[in-house]
């Protein structure tokens, strides 16, 4: 579903298997304002996620899309596959590596 008229965000929700986590996801086709993808590979970019620090919802910061790839130029197989490119921003504590 797409967000209500003149809006390309919503508030989102990822789950895992033991946690759920609300995110603000912004939707590529939605109406209005084009939205650009920052990756290289992407035919059809779907969503992006910004993940804010200040969200006490989330256990990451950083910025993540999804969408259809080209596979170019490392994965010239994977033509039409689903992408789900990550820009994360963490600290060098251990357990920020879990």
Known sequence: ?????GRQYAIGMQQ????SMFVHTTHFRAP????Y???KSCVLPVYRVM????????VYTGHVEA?????????????????HPMWLINGHPK????
Do not use: M, V
């Open 67 to 83: 969408g259809i790839s080209n596979g170019q130029p490392c994965q010239k197989d994977k033509l039409h596959g689903a992408e």
């Open 37 to 39: 993808t920052l990756s």
């Open 16 to 19: 895992s298997n033991n946690l």
């Open 32 to 35: 209005g304002d084009p939205c």
């Open 1 to 5: 579903p797409f967000p209500p008229p």
């Open 51 to 58: 993940l804010w620090r200040n969200n006490p919802f989330h």
């Open 95 to 98: 357990l920020a590596a879990y």
